[in-house]
């Protein structure tokens, strides 16, 4: 592919180890396996799973009474 | 030269003709040429179980050739659930098989005397007996067609018992789940007589410039690979979507009871599916993104089940939407569907209407034959799918048409079941808080549809600079905001309409993730193939006049404005959550559409003007040109 200019500028704008509030869209830097992070624009919280060493990725939120 | 194969099932003919290619430059494959051939071969106000109206199975112009994701096919046939233009999309190898025996196109016409099979085998096409195969459901099916033509080889694409029996919303399936779904193409099958379409073929396709097509598939490849959307999609699939929709409240919860489903986290997780249930991923023809699950249920009620899927309409249509947290019970039933032939997301609507009407007590166990129908019940959930491919009890009565339906269990039920405007049952996500998804999702041809018009990138929150970079102007990326949101909407119905004339998988394409692929990868790849000096111009000219002719088809047996409209709770306000309040209003909403419209080049009523079908070149449709 040529890597035409739309998507070159979406991927740019895109940083790994980033993961997007689910609620609220906000962008939230990540540690390296950061298990957990809190959304500072709204506040809630997310589990996070790592799918590669880079690739972090939203399992659910945070939440009282949550089996697992 | 590209073909066309006509069955005439009644006369037991078989012709085949070549398709010109000023034609196939203007349609292209897929749904580009399925519509085509759709509006020329039916007339206005034709009976969609009637033996005239045409099942047309169509694949990609560019399936099955060494290009990424380029595997699927397409099925078209005016359609039994609404009565207006119908069509499907299915993956695996179907598709590639047909065009490796020769064909762009199989149009089926007429009815058999009894049940029949068609054996496609390259250049020849034989009607077989199917008297055996009858009342078998599709997974019998398939190996028993396996089993007469002693080639497991042969790829099977067919109906259960449901499309037999010729319900609304019967699918046409092919391997153990991929199924052309929605707008009732199995019941077509089933009218036919047709239990199976079984292909083989081992012709090669030409290619112009074959290094070049190399060069550009391993360049996309090497480029898809690198994005994160594809790492997450090949071990999960997308049911990492069901955690975006539920937190963002654009699901339907008990049947539009809630917005938010809270009692699914610890339960119906991604992670939870992926750690007891799934096995391997696979993939369909010519994708290495394999996004398919192969799953198995090792312990409980229902060890041993084993299936394939589900994405994440299963989390939503079989949990959220009935009130169930168990994914056991999601894959019990969504297997019984995939193995009788049942469109598992229009089912999903049914069962959650019946359990809403159930519990406001409008209907009870004599209506449902002792089934506990409350949200939420497993036995609600294992058994009806039963019950409809039998044709039996409550199955019956909602296996004909929404309209039957709610005749035989009272009007006041008909309140609860939500319909679009063109009659297809509303998908369970909650699109009156978008409002180019809104728009995108309710004015498609076929009916309310996200994989027609959902804009997915309006609520990933990306900068503007780069959403309009990608939609090609200015556009808004507030998902709550109402202007730039028609061209959105028609930028997305066409990037869609190509990938489906294409025959490319939509996860590849901007409609999943932003870094994926927009007109021109898939223009590289036609212009290898063919040789043609094609513009990305002309191949946006090519999916509007796709989007035109379906339009063609459904304002030629009356359709109008009004078909346009949502369900009227999408125009009630949100009674709680965080998007408490929003809704459509319906001045901006009529705003908006008569924008869209404007951009389409319609009348103010939703109507394709004589100068913009004569500037498509659709001014002299139909032209029975094959």
Redesign the interface.
Known sequence: ???????????S??I?QRI?C??????IDLEKDQKEAYCPACGLGWVI?W??PD?P?????I?PN??? | MRQVAYVDLTNRKVTIKPIPEDLLRKFLGGRGIGSYLLYNHTTKGIHPLSPENPLIFSPGFMTGQFANAMGRCHVNGKSPDTGKYGDSNIGGAFGAELMYAGLQALVITGKAAKPTYLFIDNDKIQLRDASKLWGKDTFQTQLGVWDELQDSDVKVACIGEAGEHQVGFACILHQLKRSAGRTGQGALMGSKNLKAVAVRGSQSLPVKDPQKLLE?TR??YE??RR??IF??TK??SNL?AW??NN??EGIVVRNHRANFY?EG???L????FLDKYSEKMLACQQCAMHCEHRYEVKEGPYKGLKGEGPEWIAPLHFGALVGNIHWDVILASFEKTNRFGIDASTFGLYLAWLMDIYDRGLIGKEQTGGIDFNFGSAEAMVKLPELINKDEGIGKVISHGADEAIRQLGDKTGEFLYRCGRGLTQEAVNDRILRATCLGDQTSNRGNDHLRGRCNLE?????A??LS??IGRPTNPDPYAWDTKAFFAMWQQNLNTMSDMMGLCKFWT?WFA?????Y??PL?VINAVTGWDMTKEELWQASDRVWNMEKMFNVRDGEDRRNDSPPKIFFEPIKEG?RKGLCLEPDKWNALLDEYYDLRGWSRNGIPTPEKLKQLKLDKEPSHTI
């Open positions: 592919m040529t890597e035409n200019e739309p998507q070159k500028y979406a991927r704008k895109e790994y997007r689910m609620r609220c869209t906000h962008r799973t799918v590669t690739i990725m939203v399992l659910r939120r939440m949550v089996p697992k | 550009i360049r996309q480029y898809i994005t994160k790492e997450i071990r999960w990492f955690v975006v937190e963002r809270p986290y610890g339960h997780d991604v992670d939870i609520f990933m929150g990306l900068p600079d780069v970079k990608i901007q932003p870094d994926l692929f927009g021109e990868q590289e965080a």
